[in-house]
């Protein structure tokens, strides 16, 4: 599962962890929902080991969503639309920016998200209190390079051309519709870190609401994956799930924070996985990366795999 396509950088992204994330998958799977779907790097993950072939990529921001969709199923007309963008950028390339910026705040149009995406600081969205993008270029680069651009996104197209259903809803409208085979797989915000508004989302969600919702999921039966809360060195991000959802919790290092490290501290990054009980009943004995795990306690199991950043340090 190495050197999987990616069309941009997103703070955020599984993309780092998804090979960790998949081990907890069924094997097979009628289709992977992702209610909080962002750059889709689970399913593209998904697609790629063949584990399914139907999902449902919903994310409350519109532009985003429709950006999939277009990277998806139109790869060449983004492919050329960013290649024309880029090769407006002028001697004042930030001056060039702030204008698509405008123009983006102003219609939505998702090819311009592209271009934003692709030149902004660490890949990260940033809104106003107005709901407006509002995130700084980097100054160092001019964004990746078309050639570049193309290529990951024509790699991305092919692992998720004609599986994909696109829609802008309100995560609690995605759960009700879920089907049985289906797979849900969340990544939502934090709501220990942004509660119900933050400026790096169009909008949090509130954590006892969440709480209902997986209540519900519960006594349907359904099957489904939560990336939630995490640490940083001693420092807790997000509040643990209550034990009264009775679900299993797996937490993964993924090694030390680089912005830690530029600061002179030995911090870790875990992250936590939460399985639902209709999926961590047959996880008595699980093989993970070559080392394996006997559950004893069935809240938490622990994967000491160093690979990646830990996103929630850094959303």
Not at 3 to 16: A, C, D, E, T, V
């Amino acid at each position: 599962m190495a050197n999987l396509p990616h069309f941009i950088q997103y703070q955020g992204s599984k993309r780092n962890l998804a090979k960790h994330i998949l081990q907890f998958f069924p094997k097979k799977v009628s289709r992977l929902v992702e209610p909080f779907a962002g750059t889709a790097a689970i399913s593209v993950a998904t697609s790629a080991s063949q584990t399914t072939q139907s999902f449902w990529l919903n994310d409350l921001n519109k532009p985003l969503i429709e950006l999939l969709k277009l990277s998806i199923e139109r790869p060449d007309e983004l492919g050329d639309f960013y290649l024309k963008v880029w090769n407006e950028q002028h001697t004042n390339s930030v001056a060039h920016y702030f204008e698509v910026r405008s123009k983006f705040n102003k219609t939505n149009d998702p090819r311009l998200f592209l271009y934003l995406l692709a030149r902004c600081v660490k890949g990260s969205v940033r809104y106003n209190s107005e709901g407006l993008f509002n995130q700084s270029p980097d100054k160092r680069r001019k964004g990746t390079r078309p050639e570049t651009m193309r290529k990951n996104i024509a790699g991305v197209s092919s692992l998720l051309k004609g599986k994909c259903k696109f829609t802008s809803l309100d995560y609690r409208e995605v759960l009700e519709q879920v089907q049985e085979g289906d797979l849900i797989y969340m990544d939502p915000p934090y709501q220990g870190v942004c509660g119900n508004r933050d400026s790096r989302y169009l909008s949090g969600i509130n954590f006892d609401d969440f709480v209902l919702a997986l209540e519900r999921l519960n006594r349907k039966g359904a099957t489904f994956v939560i990336s939630y809360d995490g640490k940083l060195g001693s420092k807790a991000f997000g509040k643990v799930l209550p034990e009264h959802l009775n679900l299993k919790r797996i937490e993964i290092e993924v090694g030390r924070s680089s912005q830690s490290t530029l600061l002179g501290k030995e911090e870790t990054t875990i992250e936590s996985l939460y399985l639902s009980p209709s999926l961590s009943t047959n996880l008595t004995n699980t093989k993970i990366c070559g080392f394996k795990y006997i559950d004893k306690n069935p809240k938490q199991l622990t994967l000491l795999e160093k690979h990646g950043e830990f996103a929630a340090a850094t959303r």
